[in-house]
């Protein structure tokens, strides 16, 4: 079984900074690709990044490229998503996602899912 907690959502300013961490934990927690996801009231997940295990290779939505960055800490089994710039639109609960094989935009493509932070910005 593996678990994914993630944290380091909370109430900020437009403008102000978050960094969101996500320890995956468990048996075999190595090798899996990793993202984020979020997801506003009334609305569907949204994907916001992903990262590869392998290379590093990371892939952004267009709403969040230049002010967010993916990172991982491989030998932690964690993956950080910094969090610049933000918007009042950043708004939402955030999840964690994992996978071994799959890097994408579809959220139910993942095989795990962490229990979500919520991320709030006021203007």
């Known amino acids: 079984q593996v678990q994914l907690v993630d944290s380091g959502g909370g109430p900020v300013q437009a403008g102000d900074s978050l960094r969101l961490s996500c320890a995956v934990s468990?048996?075999?927690?190595?090798?899996?690709?990793m993202g984020w996801f979020r997801q506003a009231p009334g609305k569907e997940h949204e994907f916001a990044s992903a990262?590869?295990?392998?290379?590093?290779?990371?892939i952004y939505a267009d709403s969040v490229k230049g002010r967010f960055t993916i990172s991982r800490d491989n030998a932690k089994n964690t993956v950080y998503l910094q969090m610049n710039s933000l918007k009042p639109e950043d708004t939402a609960v955030y999840y964690c996602?994992?996978?071994?094989?799959?890097?994408?935009?579809?959220?139910?493509?993942?095989?795990?899912w962490g229990q979500g932070t919520q991320v709030t910005v006021s203007s």
């Open positions: 468990g048996r075999s927690a190595s090798n899996y690709n």
């Open positions: 990262i590869t295990w392998s290379d590093g290779r990371t």
């Open positions: 996602v994992a996978d071994r094989n799959y890097i994408g935009t579809s959220y139910y493509q993942y095989n795990y």
